[in-house]
Each structure stands twice: as structure tokens, then as C-alpha cells.
């Protein structure tokens, strides 16, 4: 597909990575509204974690 031809994306994806973490936002490019964003902490140990934040609420895993 010619370059020319893809369309605008939609979304903005978001990363900033540390030494243990990893934090990330999905935007919608057009209205500029964070969909998600989330948090991944204490990665390579038990007591590792994923924190979810929607427009909706707010989950944890």
C-alpha cells in the first residue's frame, strides 16, 4: 500500500519506561480524550502489577 494512501491514525499510543515500570496512555488523536492509561510496576519481581485506568473507572490486575 502506497504511503500516500494510509490514513491519519485515530489513536495516539504513549510509553515512559523506567528501570522497573512502564507507564502508557492510548489518546484519541481527533478529540485529544485519553481512552486509557495504565501503569505496569515492579516488573521482574513477585510483586509485579498492572493498573488499569479507562474513562469508565479504574481496575487493577
Do not use: C, I, W
Not at 484519541?28 to 510496576?41: F, I, K, M, P
Not at 510483586?47 to 487493577?60: F, I, K, V, Y
Amino acid at each position: 500500500m502506497p504511503f500516500h494512501s494510509l490514513q491519519s491514525p485515530t489513536e495516539v499510543r504513549v510509553m515512559n519506561s523506567g528501570s522497573s515500570s512502564l507507564k502508557f496512555s492510548l489518546v484519541d488523536h481527533s478529540t485529544e480524550e485519553v481512552r486509557v492509561q495504565g501503569l505496569a510496576e515492579s516488573l521482574g519481581t513477585l510483586d509485579a502489577g498492572l493498573h488499569l485506568s479507562p474513562n469508565t473507572g479504574n481496575t487493577t490486575y
